[in-house]
């Protein structure tokens, strides 16, 4: 039993069952004990790896993608550069090192990073930090940026968030709980049911079925979505998930392998799949495959571009690269773009009419 898992035991038995949603909450954030608090969990030393760590080109197209919807909304200055959690960051540091040659953007620019994690903060400022001449700022949550123009990036952010899941049973949604079963962390469902949900998968009350709610993800949209619609900009959601999930899809990855959500909290990541119809809500919005996305961005040419200067090994690396982030098979088609824009926005690079 992990150090977490033993202090949600002792919680449970004074207190009850807890939800999902603060399950996660504190196997991702305990200030002591929390798997993104206490460690580095990006890349081969760690428990996955995310798209920027899988080749510079992903960073640089989403980099000038970024600019280019910039330019198309009359360079506004100064603008919000932003990116919610940031990983290492590898991304922010290719962003900003694909867009210096766009003139007036990196002078306009004011790079805030959305991150709680000390450990990453500090990462993030040895790989970003040198690339843009006026620094990095970083803040807690979405709601603490600047008013003004937004131009930012979420890739693999809103997966991590905290869920509540629900349960129909006899055509009421229940909550999903964790509790205790022979001293051990279960789940369980909550005794009183509720007749609605406010999101659209639970529309359907197919009996057994477990939809997700997604409010934090929700109070980060909203955050998002006021600047938008106030001061433009582009917001470019980038996960794993699909039009209007459904069942359960709360998963745990420990040493880059699957592992039991309840077996080792605080040592394995948690994640869920991202419903983007729930994110999209309302807000003008353009959605497509990350294949199809950097397809339409160009990463073909710029993939045979580098490959002029490879052979061998590193060749087979590089192209190996293209085809995991591109490919129907690998992460072209179980990741998706969501572009949030202001109203009235040009339609964002990457995306089809």
């Known amino acids: ?47 996955f790896t995310t798209a920027p760590e899988i080749s ?9 993608a970024l600019a280019q919807a910039w ?61 843009h001449d006026h620094g990095l700022r970083w803040i807690t ?28 049973v006899n055509g009421r949604w229940h ?9 051990a962390l279960a789940f369980g469902l909550a005794e009183r049911g509720l007749p609605t949900l406010g999101t659209p998968a639970a529309r359907q009350r197919d009996e057994g079925l477990i939809v997700e709610e997604h409010r934090a993800g929700g109070f980060v949209i909203k955050a998002l979505a006021h600047r938008l619609h106030h001061h433009g900009g582009l917001a470019l959601i980038i996960d794993y ?48 495959t990350q294949g199809e996305f950097l397809l339409r961005l160009g990463i073909g040419a710029r993939a045979a571009r580098l490959a002029q200067r490879l052979q061998g090994a590193a060749l087979e690396s590089h192209l190996a690269a293209l085809r995991r982030l591109t490919d129907p098979a690998e992460m072209g088609s179980l990741f998706k773009v969501l572009a949030l824009t202001g109203p009235d926005a040009p339609l964002p690079p990457g995306f089809a009419p």
């Open 241 to 288: 998930g699909g039009w209007r999930s459904r069942g359960d899809t709360l998963q745990a990855l420990r040493a880059h392998a699957f592992d039991d959500p309840l077996a080792h909290p605080g040592e394995a990541d948690l994640t869920a799949h991202v419903d983007f119809e729930a994110l999209a809500w309302g807000q003008p919005h353009n959605y497509t």
């Open 1 to 47: 039993m992990t150090p977490l898992a033993r202090l949600l035991v002792e919680r449970i038995r004074e207190g009850g069952p807890i939800t999902v949603a603060d399950y996660m909450a504190d196997c991702l954030l305990h200030p002591v004990h929390g798997y993104y608090t206490t460690r580095d969990p990006f890349g081969v030393a760690g428990d």
């Open 56 to 64: 510079q080109m992903f960073g640089e197209l989403v980099g000038l």
């Open 175 to 183: 909550e999903r709980l964790v509790g205790l079963k022979d001293g």
């Open 71 to 131: 330019l198309d909304q009359g360079a506004p200055a100064p603008f919000t550069l932003a990116e919610l959690g940031p990983g290492r960051g590898t991304l922010m540091a290719d962003v900003l090192r694909a867009t210096r040659g766009v003139p007036g953007f990196h002078a306009a620019a004011q790079v805030v990073l959305v991150e709680a994690s000390p450990v990453l903060r500090q990462a993030q400022q040895a790989t970003a930090g040198r690339a």
């Open 141 to 168: 949550a979405a709601d603490g940026l600047p008013a003004q123009p937004l131009f930012l990036i979420a890739n693999e952010f809103f997966d991590a968030l905290p869920i509540h899941q629900y349960q129909c």
